[in-house]
């Protein structure tokens, strides 16, 4: 198991928002984390970076990063594509994207990867010099997915993907997602309101409510359980 | 004419001066979002050090360079050991923290170099450039040397990947976390920054005003002024802002009757007001656009 | 205010009424400073700490109620009592006045802004065409007031009484207002600005009026002060003492009335303090003071209390639960 969460409580401050969570992910594997807004699926990828106080244990290959600063866990190779994107607004596109690759030395190999995420995304190649704020919404999302990327990840972490996007670019992303699971071996674990589309994406996914994980079971079997669909996943 | 010509570039000199104590603090302010009161008496001691280098005999270049370094670290370890742990306070109390650090260090100046004046030697020589006297070489050296620090500057943000990095930590604290940069160590690379080109700036003005514990605070208000003028956000527009204070500085004194030093910097202050009721970001700041 | 706070202060108010009548003269003279202090930074208070406006300049008010005194009783020959109204009402105005242009700054630049005025505050008052007034750099020397006649008090006890006197005065208006709406409104401003505008509050006509408020108390310690110093000189009046008036406000915890208190007795005695351990590092050691102060309490004296007094409800609750 390249990820694993074991008893996993987290708080903001005083109020604790994650009870006794447990989860696992192989290497390559593809998670979904679903439930209503609230439930604390945003917290559970928070808590995996060090960005809130957890108790409990995390481990990544076997060794235990609960505590650890979220600048080292990227350094481990987890990208991490937050709610709200977290582009850097200020800077260019390539500026962007650089960052994705901010730790790594080999410069070759950067600047491939550079051509690789243009080659995914051909808009960004006559933008490269623009100011990522002024990026549309969905480009923007585009962007933020390109540098986690850019990190050479084994894990990514992608917070609402879809969100604010048109279906057609929703669906060329998680086109470019799968893709990128399937050739460079990414493990993923990705929070979605839409839950249809993360069921037809995830192999495996976990319902969250309440902070506690309700139902654990392989993504065709929940999206099956015709109950448990009209009650949390709203079809 | 000739007077009017001589006071701008004498303005143009000290303007150079009051250009790096603004880039310094803008730094600093795009690091940590606050302004560091304390940054003209960090100059300060870092003047005294290079003093005192070329007290114990040594030649002036090592002084110099001795002096920056030990800014440098000064400046790091001043970040780690006392803005680090306020990094979570509200700001009110890091602005108390920097007024302590003003204390302190005046302080701990005056008592090791007490505060007779004394006078620091210039590289540059005190002679007219070119033969005229419309600018010494003093004042050619300051304007040059501190043009070739913006230079170097913005080469290192511009071109680099450790001023990238920095750009980020300032601009986006918690993103630039995500793709695995030590916001921490950035910041402090920051703060030594600052303080090496505030040494710079303090070892440019002391021949000019002597050295003395005192001597950088009116150096400073003109920093604030000239930074505030071209924007706390752009690091060029601070710079320009200092090159005009030092000059309308200058004119005022030369050209208006009855204003002596003092005054002078009551103009300058009044200034920053006047400059903040009209672009309240400043001349080339970014209006803050808030997305409700 | 809670039971806690409310028996400390009633605790405090019963404590300092003997005081003058137990100590000599001249630490009567300094416990009447610390609450001119402490009504200077409540002032401050007002303004920074509940309205959200930082000002780096309230030295400026300190001095023009202190001057509006001294010119009163000196030239004029107004009996001191009545400078008060005057010195609060004149830096009322200022204040409203300063406070419209003020509207248009952000953070850091008002900060800014007030810093600039409250250091040309020496020369103005030093501006030669002034001279006849307020006496240039000489300044101006008052008579210290005489206690009523039927009192068997000495002068610096009357002093004392007197100021105290305004002083509960004055923070029993302050408490009274933060607690009512218009305080309500002025809070909401410093915690969301926009949301507070979208409520319906006219968060220019607050803000402006705080300024005021703000100027008005400080204008009005400023004038207790001139008088209870008996002199006024334009370089009593610089930036440091701006400064001052902050560091009292953050140390004694900001949006605290009580720890306004606590502040003018930290600028008051702890500079003392660090010149009695060694004159020449006196700065050094008032400035580590500080950072140890900041350090241990950021959310300031006030804040400190807070934090201790829930603990111990927290750790009460617990032992009763179990």
């Known amino acids: 198991m390249m990820l694993e969460a074991e008893a996993l409580d987290a708080f903001y401050g005083e109020s604790q928002a994650l009870f006794g969570v447990g989860f696992a992910l192989d290497g390559g594997g593809v998670r979904a984390l679903l439930g209503a807004n609230g439930a604390g699926k945003t917290t559970v990828l928070r808590a995996l970076c060090g960005m809130v106080r957890t108790r409990g244990d995390i481990r990544f290959d076997g060794r235990r990063i609960s ?48 051509e690789r995420v243009y080659d995914h995304f051909p808009r960004f190649r006559e933008r490269r010099r623009q100011q990522a704020g002024t990026l549309s919404g969905g480009e923007q999302q585009m962007l933020a997915v390109g540098r986690a990327l850019m990190l050479r990840p084994r894990l990514l972490l992608l917070d609402e993907p879809s969100f604010g996007l048109a279906p057609r670019v929703v669906e060329e992303l998680f086109a470019i997602l799968r893709r990128v699971n399937r050739d460079m071996a990414v493990a993923m674990l990705i929070v979605e309101q839409n839950a249809a589309l993360a069921l037809d994406f995830a192999e495996h996914a976990y319902l969250l409510e309440t902070g506690r994980i309700v139902m654990d079971a392989p993504a065709a079997v929940l999206g099956a359980n015709e109950s448990i669909r009209r009650a949390y996943l709203g079809y | 004419m000739e007077l009017f010509v001589h006071q701008v570039l004498a303005g143009l000199a000290t303007g150079a001066i009051y250009a790096l104590m603004a880039l310094a603090v803008v730094m600093i302010y795009q690091a940590i979002g606050h302004l560091n009161f304390a940054q003209g008496e960090m100059a300060m001691v870092s003047t005294f050090i290079a003093w005192q280098v070329i007290q114990w005999g040594q030649p002036y270049w090592v002084a110099f360079t001795a002096a920056i370094v030990l800014s440098f670290l000064g400046g790091v370890a001043i970040e780690r050991v006392l803005f680090r742990p306020l990094h979570n306070a509200p700001a009110l109390s890091s602005l108390v923290a920097f007024i302590a650090l003003f204390g302190i260090l005046n302080s701990l100046a005056g008592f090791i170099w007490d505060f007779d004046i004394k006078t620091f030697p210039t590289p540059f020589g005190s002679k007219p450039l070119f033969g005229e006297s419309l600018i010494g070489t003093h004042q050619a050296g300051m304007i040059g040397v501190t043009v070739a620090m913006l230079a170097l500057l913005y080469l290192f943000f511009r071109g680099t990947r450790l001023g990238l990095a920095m750009r980020a930590a300032a601009a986006n604290p918690e993103s630039a976390r995500l793709v695995g940069i030590r916001v921490g160590w950035m910041r402090a690379l920051g703060w030594g920054m600052a303080a090496a080109v505030g040494a710079v700036a303090g070892m440019l003005i002391a021949p000019v005003v002597f050295l003395e514990p005192n001597m950088m605070l009116g150096v400073l208000m003109y920093g604030f002024a000239g930074a505030v003028l071209g924007g706390l956000t752009s690091p060029g527009g601070a710079v320009l802002g200092g090159f005009a204070v030092g000059v309308i500085e200058n004119l005022v004194g030369a050209f208006i009757p009855y204003v002596g030093r003092e005054l002078k910097l009551t103009i300058a202050l009044l200034l920053i007001v006047a400059v903040l009721m009209v672009r309240p970001s400043g001349v080339f700041g970014r209006q803050i656009v808030t997305r409700v | 205010m809670t039971f806690p706070a409310r028996a400390v202060t009633a605790v405090a108010v019963v404590a300092a009424l003997p005081a003058p009548l137990l100590v000599s003269s001249f630490v009567t003279f300094q416990l009447t400073l610390v609450m001119v202090y402490g009504l200077a930074i409540l002032g401050l208070n007002l303004l920074t700490g509940f309205n959200g406006q930082f000002s780096l300049g309230h030295g400026a008010f300190y001095g023009l109620g202190a001057y509006a005194a001294a010119v009163l009783i000196d030239r004029w020959e107004v009996p001191y009592f009545c400078t008060l109204p005057v010195a609060g009402a004149l830096c009322f105005a200022v204040g409203f006045l300063f406070g419209m242009p003020a509207l248009r700054l952000q953070g850091i630049y008002l900060a800014l802004a007030t810093f600039a005025l409250a250091a040309a505050m020496p020369q103005i008052l030093k501006f030669s065409p002034l001279e006849p007034l307020t006496g240039g750099v000489q300044g101006i020397v008052i008579a210290k007031p005489d206690p009523p006649l039927w009192l068997p008090l000495d002068a610096d006890q009357w002093l004392y009484y007197f100021t105290l006197a305004v002083l509960l005065l004055m923070c029993a208006g302050a408490a009274n207002l933060v607690r009512s709406r218009t305080g309500r409104a002025i809070m909401a401003i410093r915690d969301d600005p926009i949301a507070a505008a979208a409520m319906g509050i006219n968060t220019a006509l607050y803000k402006t009026l705080t300024f005021g408020v703000s100027a008005l108390y400080t204008g009005v310690a400023g004038a207790l002060g001139a008088i209870a110093v008996q002199f006024v000189a334009p370089d009593s009046f610089t930036f440091l003492l701006s400064i001052s008036l902050l560091v009292g406000l953050v140390i004694g915890g900001v ?68």
């Open chain 3, 255 to 322: 949006g605290s009335i009580p720890g306004s208190l606590v502040g003018g007795a930290f600028v008051l005695f702890v500079p003392n303090v660090a010149e009695a351990v060694s004159t020449g590092l006196a700065g050094a050691i008032y400035g580590a003071i500080m950072l140890l102060v900041i350090f241990v309490m950021p959310t300031g004296a006030a804040g400190f209390a807070r934090i201790a007094l829930a603990r111990l409800a927290t750790a009460r609750h617990n032992r009763v639960k179990s």
């Open chain 1, 67 to 114: 505590g650890w600063a979220t600048e080292e866990i990227a350094r481990l190779g987890i990208a991490h594509v937050p709610e709200g994107r977290g582009t850097f607004q200020t800077l260019t596109v390539e500026e962007n994207l650089q960052l994705g690759a901010i730790a790594r030395r080999d410069r070759a190999g950067i600047a491939a990867d550079i």
